[in-house]
């Protein structure tokens, strides 16, 4: 669409990536994923000057992440805890958030793995990103981004292949015991 002025009004290439951004948030758990889509959408409009419209998938999703962050920061602190409970996070871990599939071996094979593999395949898988492009996304060099998504999908094809497995037998998983 051209604007008044002849130029290429590309900002709708933007707001047509609204759907797309409600179902990424709807599939990690947020409380509100219309909200964050518009609001991504509408700070996607102050960085109009910087953005390329035609190319801007993986900056949306970045950012949507981030606010998907916000959320989830913000829905733990709403919760009043005991002190003696609260166990001390890894400032660097991701939140993890869940993964609403069709198929339930998919949903738990997806669960094992970490959330950095998850968001990988997701990325490539849900959200139809090149390789380049969810690398762009995840703020990482594209051939790193392979080596990881390769390995994910490794893990992934393993799970899949494996038995279930009770929640306690997870790698990675700390169980602690009150004493």
Not at 45 to 64: H, I, M, N, S, V
Not at 91 to 100: A, G, K, L, S
Request: proline share 6%; glycine share 4%; charged share 35%.
């Amino acid at each position: 669409m051209k604007s008044s002025d002849g130029q290429w009004n590309g900002f709708e290439e933007v707001t047509r990536c609204r759907p797309m951004l409600v179902a990424y948030c709807r599939r990690r758990g947020s409380r509100d994923p219309a909200a964050i889509a518009d609001e991504t959408i509408a700070l996607a409009w102050e960085q109009k000057e910087k953005l390329d419209f035609r190319r801007c998938r993986p900056w949306l999703l970045t950012t949507a992440r981030n606010l998907l962050f916000d959320e989830y920061r913000a829905r733990r602190k709403s919760f009043p805890m005991d002190p003696g409970e609260i166990v001390q996070a890894d400032p660097r871990e991701e939140p993890d958030y869940e993964v609403e599939t069709l198929d339930h071996q998919l949903g738990q094979a997806l669960e094992a793995l970490s959330v950095s593999d998850r968001e990988a395949i997701l990325l490539v898988a849900w959200e139809e990103l090149t390789p380049a492009e969810a690398a762009r996304s995840m703020g990482i060099r594209p051939a790193t981004f392979r080596v990881r998504l390769h390995r994910a999908r490794s893990r992934l094809k393993k799970a899949l292949e494996e038995p279930e497995t009770s929640s306690l037998e997870k790698p990675g998983l700390r169980v602690e015991e009150n004493l």
